[in-house]
C-alpha cells in the first residue's frame, strides 16, 4: 500500500515538472525584435499631443493611419480645436500629417474596415457649434486612406464617454459608447448605446440601448466572433446615492468587468456574465483572435490589479460546451525582475498567427515615480505565458509636469490608451506620445515577434 502511494506521488510529480518545463519552454520560446524609435511630430508651442489612436490596413501592411488629441499646455483645462490626423506608407518610418477642425475633442478612435474605409470618431463638437449641450459624437469618413476626409461629420446627439468601434467582414463597423440616458421608464441611467453603420455608409444608426442595472459604468470593448456573435464589454464600480454619481461616494468594494453576448447583430443580448472582479482600474479594451491559430476566437482583456501591481490578462474559453464569454481564466504577467510597477492600462494585439502582443509603460520607483520605461511582452499559447519584457523606449520618459499644465495632470503618460495594432505581415506597431521638454511628442516603431529555433 506504502509502495503504490510512493509510485502515484512520483508520478504526479513527474507529470508537474514535465509541465512546468512545457510552460516555461513556452515563455522563453519568442524573439522580440523592436525596430528603432521614428520621430513623428511634435505638436508646436504650448501645444501638446494626447491619447493617439492607430490603425493599419487590413489589405496592405505598408499604410498605417494615426489619430491624436491635440491640447493645449495650460493650467486649466483649454482644449484646442484640432484632432491631427497621421498617414504612412512605409510602415511608419515616416508620417504625413494633416488637421481636422472639432472643437473640444476628446477620446478619438480608428476604424478601417476590410474594403479600406475609415472611420474615426471622437467626442466633440464641429467648428463654431452653438449648441454645445452634453458630449455628443462626431463620425469622419475617408475613402483613401485618410488623404482627405468628410467635410461634415455625422453628428450624434447626447452624453456619451469612450466611444470604440469595430469592423465586420462584410464592411459594415458597429459602435460602442457609455451613454447617459433615460430607461424605458424614463429613469436616468447610465448605459450601453450600440450603433450600426452599413457597408460604405458613413451615418451610424442606433441599433440598441442597453441598461444592465442602475449602477454608475464604462463601456470598454467590442469584438466580432467568426460565427458572427457579437460580444460587448463593460465595467460598473458605483451605486447612486441621493445626489447621484457624484465624487467617490458610493463606489463599490470592487470594480467588476462584464460582458454580454448578441447572436442577432445588437439586436438581443445575453444576461451580463461576470469577467472578472480582479481589476483595481478600467480595462483598456476588449479583442478577439481572428487568426486561424488554435486560439481563434478566444477573447481578451487585460487589466491593472486592485493593488495597481500587476498585469492579468483574461483570455475566454473557447470550448462550445461552456458558452461564448461565459467562462474566463487570469493569467499574471511575470514583472518580477523589472523595477518599478505598472502605471498606465495595459494594450493588447493579437496578430495574424495567434501571438499576443501586451504593452504598458512601468513607473520607475528609483525616480520617485516621476520616470518611465515603456516595455513590451508577447505570448505564443494563448495567454497562458509570456516571453520576459522588452523594452521600447531604451532611456527613461520623464515628463515635466510643471510645463504640461492641465494635460500632464489629467495623463500622466500621455493618455489613457496609446496606439498598438498588428499589420498584415504579423508585424506589431506602436504609436505613442513620449514627454520631452514641456510636451508629449509622438514617435512610433514596429516590433517583430518570432518563434525561437
Sequence with gaps: ?????????????????????????????????????????????????????????????????????????????????????????????????????????????????????????????????????????????????????????????????????????NGGVYLLTGSAARDHQNKSRYGLMLGYAKPTSSTFRLINHIFPSNLNLNADGLALLSDGALVITYQDYQRKTEKGFRGRKGRLKTRRSWAMVSQDKGQTFSVPLLLSEDCGARPSAMLVDRSNSLNKDQLYCPCLSKDLKKIFLFHSSTKASLGQAEVWDKTQVKLEHLKGLPYSQPLVAVNSAGIIGLTWWQRQVSTNNKCFILYFTASIDGGKTFASPAKITQQLVCPNYSALGFPGRRWRTGGDYFGFTTTKDGQFQLFWPKANQGTFELWSTGVVVEKSR
Excluded at 509541465?19 to 501645444?47: C, D, E, R, Y
Excluded at 488629441?69 to 504625413?96: C, K, P, Y
Excluded at 471622437?122 to 459624437?137: C, D, E, Q
Design 1 to 169: 500500500m506504502i509502495k503504490a502511494l510512493c509510485d502515484v506521488y512520483k508520478r504526479s510529480l513527474l507529470i508537474l515538472f514535465v509541465l512546468f518545463i512545457s510552460l516555461s519552454t513556452q515563455a522563453q520560446s519568442l524573439t522580440i525584435k523592436a525596430k528603432p524609435n521614428a520621430f513623428v511630430s511634435n505638436a508646436g508651442v504650448g501645444k501638446t499631443f494626447v491619447e493617439p489612436h492607430l490603425v493599419s490596413n487590413p489589405r496592405n501592411h505598408q499604410q498605417l493611419v494615426a489619430v491624436s488629441m491635440v491640447e493645449r499646455t495650460t493650467a486649466n483645462n483649454a482644449h484646442s480645436s484640432t484632432l491631427a490626423i497621421f498617414t504612412s506608407s512605409d510602415g511608419g518610418q515616416s508620417w504625413q500629417r494633416q488637421s481636422i477642425p472639432c472643437d473640444d475633442c476628446s477620446d478619438p478612435w480608428l476604424t478601417m474596415t476590410p474594403q479600406g474605409m475609415l472611420y474615426l470618431t471622437a467626442l466633440g463638437f464641429p467648428p463654431n457649434a452653438r449648441n454645445r449641450k452634453g458630449l455628443p459624437i462626431l463620425v469622419f469618413t475617408s475613402t483613401n486612406g485618410g488623404l482627405t476626409w468628410s467635410k461634415t461629420p455625422q453628428y450624434i446627439a447626447g452624453n456619451y464617454d469612450g466611444p470604440k468601434t469595430i469592423a465586420a467582414p
